[in-house]
T-cell receptor
Framework: KQEVTQIPAALSVPEGENLVLNCSFT??????LQWFRQDPGKGLTSLLL?????REQTSGRLNASLDKSSGRSTLYIAASQPGDSATYLC??????????FGTGTSLTVIP | GAVVSQHPSRVICKSGTSVKIECRSL??????MFWYRQFPKKSLMLMAT?????????EQGVEKDKFLINHASLTLSTLTVTSAHPEDSSFYIC????????????FGSGTQLSVL
């Protein structure tokens, strides 16, 4: 079974800081990897999707990188804001249909 | 982006009753939908993959007779928790994706099930 680990499990930073969330996966044979945001008691919102052939993707203040061979992805958030407070999940895709979710990083941005 | 609607958002039921949760793709056809379960402060656990017009594929350890999945159309999948018990209380989320391969996943807003 695939294992996806996210470090740190929780993070608290003052507003304005740049931060990095880490995701590692045991099986590097992925098709793509997606980063999601989840607010308490809500569904998931897709933030970025990186195809296995790509090294990074950017959307606004978010940048996600992928090192497929080492089984790692990072999500970089620039100039963090209180509205960024949420749980962030990474999910590599295998076999065209099987997504496996990481354990999540709970982020709190303090005003 | 694509929209996935999930209902109800919250349900409270008595032990022994059955509860049906609906997941609809509103603006795209989804040949495949996924059902997840999430415990407090934990990540999502894939329960089953729902394929339109065929039987669902359940993950190891998930009771298919307890969690009935029906995917009768390209825009609707339902999860029925049969004879619910308090240990079935959880947050259930569905997702769907357009197309066949390597596409983004879009999620419903989730259903909080509480079994008394």
């Amino acid at each position: 079974k695939q294992e996806v680990t996210q470090i740190p499990a929780a993070l608290s930073v003052p507003e304005g800081e740049n931060l990095v969330l880490n995701c590692s996966f045991t099986d590097s044979a992925i098709y793509n990897l997606q980063w999601f945001r989840q607010d308490p008691g809500k569904g998931l919102t897709s933030l970025l999707l990186i195809q296995s052939s790509q090294r990074e993707q950017t959307s606004g203040r978010l940048n996600a990188s992928l090192d497929k061979s080492s089984g790692r992805s990072t999500l970089y958030i620039a100039a963090s804001q209180p509205g960024d407070s949420a749980t962030y999940l990474c999910a590599p895709l295998y076999n065209g249909n099987q997504f496996y979710f990481g354990t999540g990083t709970s982020l709190t941005v303090i005003p | 982006g694509a929209v996935v609607s999930q209902h109800p958002s919250r349900v409270i039921c008595k032990s022994g009753t059955s509860v049906k949760i609906e997941c609809r793709s509103l603006d795209f056809q989804a040949t495949t939908m996924f059902w997840y379960r999430q415990f407090p402060k934990k990540s999502l656990m894939l329960m089953a993959t729902s394929n339109e017009g065929s039987k669902a594929t359940y993950e190891q350890g998930v009771e298919k007779d307890k969690f009935l999945i029906n995917h009768a159309s390209l825009t609707l999948s339902t999860l029925t928790v049969t004879s619910a018990h308090p240990e079935d209380s959880s947050f259930y989320i569905c997702s769907a994706k357009p197309g066949q391969q390597n596409e983004k996943l879009f999620f419903g807003s989730g259903t909080q099930l509480s079994v008394l």
